[in-house]
């Protein structure tokens, strides 16, 4: 079993900058592909980034493109997303999630290809 805990999330003012983090245990994730889902009240869940198991390949959603960054630590167990020019529209909970049948083709952006979840870290933009 995995367990992906999120955190870094918190109150900051449009244009601001966070930095979230999710810290998986239990079994490796070494080989799966991670990716953050966000749900605002309200709101259906919504794809935000994925990456591959080695780092190299991204994936984001069309509103988040060229503001967030994805990325994972050195020991692959622990990812991160950069969210630069914060907009009060990205005010949502942020939830980490983790592919284990990733093969490699393609990172989902849809939730039911997720095995794993968080639960989930609020980000709130003021305006």
């Known amino acids: 079993q995995v367990q992906l805990v999120e955190s870094g999330g918190g109150l900051v003012q449009a244009g601001g900058s966070l930095r979230l983090s999710c810290a998986a245990s239990?079994?490796?994730?070494?080989?799966?592909?991670m990716a953050w889902f966000r749900q605002a009240p309200g709101k259906e869940r919504e794809f935000v980034a994925a990456i591959s198991w080695i780092g190299t390949t991204t994936n984001y959603a069309d509103s988040v493109r060229g503001r967030f960054t994805i990325s994972r630590g050195n020991a692959k167990n622990t990812v991160y997303l950069q969210m630069n020019s914060l907009k009060p529209e990205d005010t949502a909970n942020y939830y980490c999630a983790a592919d284990k049948d990733y093969t490699g083709n393609y990172l989902y952006t849809v939730g039911f290809q997720y095995d794993y979840w968080g639960q989930g870290t609020q980000v709130t933009v003021s305006s």
């Open positions: 239990g079994r490796t994730v070494r080989n799966y592909a």
